[in-house]
Each structure stands twice: as structure tokens, then as C-alpha cells.
């Protein structure tokens, strides 16, 4: 996955997304839970305006449990609803169902006073590369009874997932792009793997991970390694790539190695449930 992100794309990505806003009720955004802030671009609040909204902290079976409560709480006190989520789990996708219904039901019955009686409620999904929109829609559509066709007076093309006769969900997901701003927003996208990793320095990218676990989980490195958290990251690298034999001919450490091995076993979760950022204190 990476990020290429030219201004045409842009421009049509959101001149789309603008088109299918108007025919949704609902906006159901997913961030990646590692990452909630970074990997979400906030011009969608404005593009957004008047509609209901629902936040899914995406992969949040990789995030840490105590840091997916206090994202949840920071977007909950937007207004929005929050659902913690694993895209590909099908239980969990379940749970959304419930909080879409709370989420329209205001909208339903406003509609019911009205007469309306046979009008589902809309939603579309939206989010930046990777965060798991497709995943999401794949396990929800598995879920839901049926696909619509065109209906009149709907776009030509769009296909509709009918979850049951009062809601339905536009099958493709709307395309945000991640807003580049602060130098952070890179680092920790590449971190979760979102930017390809050719064109990045592996090793420094790894350092910085190694400098924010020894500040953020203290011990996460030393449980999967047996190393010392102690030293400078690079010592630790080495030491890392000692462990597990990332050696090249001549004896000599191969830091490539290692940092990738370390790359991939957090991007799996497999040095713990890791947050890389915290909801900001106050807004
Ligand atoms: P996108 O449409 O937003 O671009 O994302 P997509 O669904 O393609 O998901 C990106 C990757 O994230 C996929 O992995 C997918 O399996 C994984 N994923 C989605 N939701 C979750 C989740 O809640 N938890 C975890 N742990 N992973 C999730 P991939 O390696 O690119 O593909 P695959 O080989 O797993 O299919």
C-alpha cells in the first residue's frame, strides 16, 4: 500500500464522494485504531455536515484496549458514535448493525411523523487507504440479506447492501486522503504500514518505533526479545538482530533485517496491542 496522492485524484475523489454525500443519511467513518487522528482526513467534518455519524475504530484488535476507550471518548464527545471494531470479524461487524439503528432512529422516526414510511435510511462508508473500508463492507455485505439494483431515482450504478428494510449501505466506500501536515502524520502511517516501505528508510523507521515503545510500552521489546530496553535504540536494533540471527557473511549485523522483522512483527500485532498516539487533551 502506499500513498500516491496527486491533486487530480483529489479532486475527483471528492467531487464523488460530494456526488454520493447527497443521496446518504449516514456517514460511517473508519480509522485505523493504532492511529485514530493520523489516519483520517478532518475535511470529511465539513463535507459531512447534517449527516448522522458513526466512527469504527478499525483494527482495533491491534490497538491497546485502554487507548481504544479514550479515543472513543474523545470522538463521542464530538457527537458521534464509536464502535471498536475488527472489519474482519463478523460478530463484531455486528454490533455496528445495533448502532446504526440507534444512530436513525431519530431520523426513522421523524420520517414516520412525516408519513415516510417506506424510505430506507442510507449510509456510505468512508476512510483513507488501508484502514480496512472494503474488509468492512465484504464482512457487512456477508451479513446483510441482499444487494439492491438500481433503484429509480437512484444514480445508475450504485449498488446498494439492504441490511434490512430500514437501512441500506452504498457498496463502494468514499476515498479520503491522509492530511499530510504535521511530519507525524507520515511517520506514523508508515509505522502501521500504510506508505510503502521501498521508498522508505526501513532502519530509521524502525528506530523511531524502538524510541516510542521504549517511552510508550516499556517492556513490550524486552518480552519479544529478551534484549535490553535500556540502551540507544541502534543497541538495541543490534541486539535485536543478534536474537535472531540477522547476521550477514563476515559476521556483520544486518540492520535492514532485523528493522523489517521488527517492522512486520508490530504491524502484527505480535509485540502487543499498541496505540502510537493519544486523543488530544483538550479540543
Ligand atoms: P481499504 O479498503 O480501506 O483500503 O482496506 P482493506 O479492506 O483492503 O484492508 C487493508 C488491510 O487491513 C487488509 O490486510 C485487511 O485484511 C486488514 N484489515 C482490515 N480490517 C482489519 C481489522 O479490523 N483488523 C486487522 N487486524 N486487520 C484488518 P491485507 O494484509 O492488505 O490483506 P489480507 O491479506 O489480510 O486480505
Redesign the pocket.
Known amino acids: ?1 502506499q500513498f500516491q496522492w496527486y491533486p487530480g485524484h483529489m479532486t475527483k475523489a471528492k467531487r464523488q464522494m460530494q456526488e454520493d454525500l447527497k443521496l446518504i443519511d449516514l456517514l460511517i467513518e ?1 480509522v485505523d485504531a493504532r492511529i485514530p487522528q493520523s489516519s483520517r482526513n478532518p475535511d470529511i467534518d465539513s463535507m459531512g455536515q447534517n449527516k448522522s455519524r458513526l466512527i469504527l475504530l ?5 490497538a491497546d484496549p485502554k487507548q481504544n476507550e479514550q479515543w472513543a471518548e474523545y470522538f463521542k464527545q464530538k457527537g458521534w458514535q464509536v464502535v471498536e ?5 463478523r460478530g463484531s461487524v455486528k454490533s455496528v448493525t445495533n448502532r446504526i439503528m440507534e444512530v436513525c432512529k431519530e431520523k426513522l422516526e421523524r420520517n414516520r411523523r412525516k408519513g415516510i414510511l417506506n424510505r430506507p435510511l442510507r449510509g456510505m462508508v468512508v ?1 483513507i ?8 463492507i465484504n464482512t457487512f455485505a456477508g451479513k446483510a440479506c441482499a444487494k439492491t439494483g438500481n433503484k429509480p431515482g437512484v444514480t445508475k450504478g450504485k449498488q446498494w447492501i439492504r441490511l434490512n428494510k430500514n437501512v441500506e449501505l452504498l457498496d463502494t ?1 468514499g476515498i479520503l486522503w491522509p492530511k499530510f501536515e504535521d511530519s507525524q502524520v507520515g511517520l506514523r502511517l508508515a509505522l502501521i504500514g500504510s506508505m510503502n516501505d521501498e521508498i522508505l528508510n526501513t532502519e530509521e523507521l524502525c528506530l523511531e518505533l524502538i524510541t516510542l515503545l521504549q517511552r510508550d510500552y516499556p517492556g513490550a521489546l524486552c518480552t519479544r526479545y529478551q534484549v535490553s530496553e535500556e540502551a540507544e535504540p541502534l543497541a538495541v536494533l543490534e541486539e535485536i538482530a543478534q536474537k535472531r540471527g540477522c547476521i550477514r557473511k563476515g559476521n556483520e549485523i544486518d540492520y535492514a533485517k532485523a528493522a523489517a522483522l521488527v517492522l512486520d512483527e508490530f504491524r502484527t ?1 505480535r509485540l502487543g496491542k499498541i496505540t502510537l498516539e493519544k486523543p488530544p487533551v483538550s479540543e
Open positions: 500500500m473508519l478499525n483494527k482495533a484488535d491491534l471494531l475488527d472489519a474482519r470479524n476512510g487507504p488501508n484502514v480496512g473500508k472494503s474488509t468492512f466506500p500485532g
